[in-house]
């Protein structure tokens, strides 16, 4: 099992996805432990996509509770259909913000997030939980991190 990524020197973010997402499934191949590959994959993320937050909320208790996750402290519990977390596991799909502050009830876990990505994780036609990724920067998420995350998502819902 290697220890750190290998990653290429551009920002250019298909590039990076083309990169990262091989040695994220090579560190989920041989682990059955949920919270051990949620883990590694947000610490990859973290590092390959140079963000400010990168995590999982899982699907307890009918609410998304703060799973593993890299970056600064984070809210701890969400409603269905709150913020943009709430609002990717109410609608079941990928939600990209351009500007946290023109999205309507955004919960503001860091006043320095300016766009998110929520994509949902789905097992057997259920929500088991979401991955939620913010940058400083505002439309830093396009159709590239859309397909590539979703993607990501699937391999990651065979761990729950």
């Not at 290697?2 to 090579?26: M, W």
């Not at 390959?48 to 609410?63: P, Q």
């Not at 998304?64 to 709150?82: E, H, S, Y």
Request: aromatic fraction near 6%.
């Amino acid at each position: 099992m290697t220890e750190t990524l290998v990653l290429p020197e551009t920002s250019d973010r298909a590039t990076r996805y083309h990169a990262l997402i091989p040695q994220i499934q090579a560190l989920l191949q041989d682990e059955d432990d949920l919270i051990a590959s949620l883990a590694n994959t947000a610490a990859g993320l973290f590092q390959g996509l140079n963000v400010l937050w990168a995590g999982f909320y899982l699907v307890k208790h009918g609410g998304l509770v703060l799973g593993p996750f890299q970056g600064p402290i984070a809210c701890t519990r969400i409603k269905l259909g709150d913020g943009v977390c709430g609002q990717s596991w109410a609608q079941r799909k990928t939600i990209i913000v351009d500007d946290v502050d023109d999205f309507p009830g955004h919960i503001a876990c860091s006043a320095a997030s300016k766009s998110e990505i929520v994509v949902p994780i789905i097992k057997q036609n259920q929500v088991v939980g979401v991955l939620d990724i913010d940058s400083i920067q505002p439309k830093n998420f396009s159709d590239i991190d859309r397909v590539a995350l979703e993607d990501l998502s699937r391999i990651l819902s065979t761990k729950f």
